[in-house]
């Protein structure tokens, strides 16, 4: 048999050659890993592929990896995309103790035959020529020039160095709260009229922020395989909390020049732009 070119399942279709997965035509993010388990699926849908074969097919024999946490990983992250579960499945089935099996109809899309010239793709039955793309084009990925703007940089130091902004943020909300009398004062002090406002808004999201903080540091710290996704999701309540948080420094103007607090409040308006590129950095290194 011909590799295919492409898998078509409902409407989702994997590009072999792009390793890309989209879904009514609109690209999703899938890492190598996931995207390789999912076409060994789809090569032989309604077949058991066991977990020694895919330990084979993603980790050749003398790569040192926790091979049954790297599988469970990717799987998970294949079923996010998919929006399968593994108790009540769609697509992905686990046999216990032995491997996987794809649910669906899958539809493969093959290679030319050899005597055919270069180019030249038989189109599907089921598809006229019109409706069918052309296999030669490739569309580049839309994220490839962004990633490649990146900071090269090891994924042990991305991590150290998110890890480090959230007890940063941490200290700032647990100085507030500990020297809450103070923060009444300076509250009023440097917004004399919204003084109540500003220090129930500056209470209530240092609570909020201690929350979230320990959730990012615990999620870093034992490498959660969907942080990526959930940051995207937090992203802008967490960008509006540290917007807030970057005007903390005026609370301290009676003690520190302004030219000194205008420079805390500038470093502090750039780190969320900081987190999210740290974050992109963890998922890239995790998906090479």
């Known amino acids: 048999m011909p590799s295919a070119l492409k898998y078509k399942f409902d409407p989702f279709e994997a590009d072999v050659n792009a390793a890309e997965l989209r879904r009514s035509g609109t690209r999703l993010k899938l890492q190598l890993q996931p995207f390789q388990v999912l076409v060994a699926l789809l090569e032989r849908p309604g077949e058991v592929v066991t977990r020694e074969e895919l330990r084979q097919r993603l980790w050749p024999q003398d790569t040192f990896v926790d091979f049954d ?31 996987y099996r794809f649910l669906g109809a899958v539809e493969a899309v093959q290679e030319a035959p050899a005597g055919r010239p270069p180019g030249a793709v038989a189109a599907p039955a089921s598809h006229s020529a019109a409706s069918s793309p052309s296999l030669e084009t490739v569309e580049p990925s839309p994220r490839a020039g962004s990633e490649s703007e990146l900071p090269r940089a090891s994924r042990g130091t991305s991590r150290v160095l998110f890890v480090l902004a959230q007890v940063m ?27 109540q406002v500003v220090f129930v808004v500056y209470f209530a999201t240092a609570l909020v922020g201690i929350a979230v903080r320990l959730y990012l540091i615990t999620a870093t710290a034992f490498d959660y395989h ?25 609370l301290l103007a009676d003690r ?23 974050v992109k950095m963890m998922a890239r290194k995790e998906s090479s």
């Open 256 to 278: 520190l020049r302004l030219g000194f607090a205008l420079g805390a409040s500038a470093a502090l308006l750039y780190l969320p732009f900081a987190q999210r590129m740290l």
């Open 69 to 99: 946490h790297g599988l469970n990983t990717a799987m998970a992250k294949l079923r996010d995309v998919l929006g399968d579960s593994a108790s009540n499945p769609r697509y992905v089935e686990t046999i216990a103790k032995r491997g």
């Open 169 to 195: 943020y941490l200290i700032f909300y647990l100085s507030a709260l500990f020297d809450w009398q103070q923060l009444y004062r300076a509250s009023f002090m440097v917004w004399a009229k919204a003084g």
């Open 226 to 250: 969907l942080l990526g996704e959930k940051y995207r999701i937090i992203f802008p309540g967490l960008f509006v909390l540290d917007m807030i948080w970057a005007l903390a420094p005026f």
